[in-house]
C-alpha cells in the first residue's frame, strides 16, 4: 500500500539496521507506540539478529535484504537506523513510496543529499532526520526562554564516555553474525562515498570527518542551529579523535564548541551554557542510551547591584525525546506537513559539518560555513494528506 494513504490508520513500519540503538531506543518505543505504528518488519544484514528481533518485538517478518523487504512487506514508513551514510537506503524507500526516517547524518556530502533531496521533492511522502536532541522537553523550554535573552556567549561542552556501561542492564541482543563478505562490500561503498565527499582529505581526516563530525558532534551543532539560527563563520577548528574545539559566530554571539573523549570512566556529560546579560541558561543532557532519563534546564539570574541571585533547575518531562520524535513523525504524516528536522535541516548539518572539516584542513575561516547550494532552495512540500 502507498505510504500517500496512511494518514488515519496505524502506520505499517519497516526498521533496517537492529543494533544498539535500534534495540535500546527505536523498537521499545514502536511496540510503546501501538496505537500510530505497526511494527510489519525487521530488517539486518544478520539474520539471526534480525530473527531475535522479529521475535522479540513482534514484528511481523524478518529480512536480510531491505529491498525485498520494501517489495515484501507492504510498508508506509521505512527507519533507516543503519550506520554510515543513509542515502541509498533514503532513495530506495523514496522510490517505493514510503515515508522516511534515517538517523544522523543524513549523507556524507551534499553530492549524494542532492540525490535525497530530489526525491523527496515532490513524491508526497514525509522525509525525517533523526536528530533527537531537538525533541527533548528541555531544549523545547530553552527556545521559549531564549528570545527574551541577549546571548553574547554560548559554551558547548561534551565529555564523551563509553556507551557500554550504559546499554548493559538492556539485555540486548548480540551485534553478530553478519556476513564477512557483505560486511566487507558494506564498508568499501561507504568509503567510496565518504571519499567522494572529501577526495583531498588524508585518512585521519576523513576518520575524524565521519565520526567525531558527522556522528558525534552533529547533534551538538544541530542543537545550536536550531537555538540560533544560521552561523556565520567557522572561525576555527581542530577536529581530533581525542579532542575537537570549534569556534564559530552566529550573528553577534560567539560561540566555543569542545568534545572530549574520555575513554576510561562512564561519566558522559553534555552541557549547552547560553550566558545571556540578563541571566544564564544551561541545557545539561544525560546519556543518550539511557532510556527516559530527563535532560535539566538550569537558569540563573540576579538583581544587578545587589548580592541576590537565583538558581532554578527544571526538569519538564520523563518522556523520552527518542519516543517524541516518533511522535513528530506520525503526526507530520497524518497533516500532511514536513517533520521538524527535515531534509533541509538535514543538508545543513552535512554542510557544516563539511565546513568545519575543510577549515581543519586549511586552518582558514569558512563564511557561511551551513549555506546550501542554490538547487536546495526549491520548496520541498510535506506528505500528501
Known sequence: MDAREATHRRLRVGVVGCGVIAQVMHLPHLV???????????????????????????????????????????????????PDSHAPLALAAIAAGCHVFVEKPMCFGLEEGREVFEAVRGAGVA??????????????????????????????????????????????????????????????????????????????????????????LIHELNMLRGA???????????????????????????????????????RYSQKLAFFGLERRLTLELPSPYLRDMPSQLVTEAGETGTTHSTRTVEVLSYQEAFKRELIELADAIEHGRDPRTNVIDGLSDVALCHSIIRSHMSGEPVEQPSRLPDWALEPVGGASR
Open 228 to 266: 540560533l539560527g544560521e552561523p556565520d563563520v567557522v572561525r576555527h577548528a581542530n577536529v581530533g579523535r581525542e579532542v575537537t574545539h570549534i569556534e564559530m559566530r552566529f550573528g553577534s554571539t560567539e560561540c566555543h564548541l569542545s568534545w572530549v573523549n574520555l575513554p576510561g570512566m562512564a
Open 32 to 82: 510503546a507506540l501501538s496505537d500510530r505504528y505497526e511494527l510489519a518488519a525487521v530488517c539486518d544484514i544478520s539474520e539471526s539478529l534480525a530473527a531475535g528481533c522479529a521475535q522479540r518485538y513482534g514484528a511481523g517478518v524478518a529480512f536480510t535484504d531491505y529491498e525485498q523487504m520494501l517489495a515484501q512487506a507492504g510498508l508506509d514508513v521505512v527507519l533507516d537506523l543503519t
Open 127 to 216: 522525509f525525517m532526520i533523526g536528530t533527537h536532541k531537538r525533541y527533548d522537553p528541555a531544549y523545547e523550554r530553552l527556545l521559549e526562554l531564549l528570545p527574551g535573552v541577549s546571548v553574547p556567549l554560548v559554551q558547548s561542552t561534551t565529555l564523551e564516555s563509553p556507551f557500554e556501561p550504559y546499554v548493559q542492564h538492556y539485555g540486548l541482543l548480540p551485534i553478530e553474525g553478519a556476513p564477512a563478505e557483505r560486511l566487507a562490500q558494506l564498508r568499501a561503498e561507504h568509503a567510496a562515498r565518504l571519499h567522494r565527499a572529501l577526495p583531498d582529505a588524508d585518512p585521519e581526516t576523513l576518520h575524524c570527518y565521519r565520526y567525531m563530525l558527522l556522528c558525534n
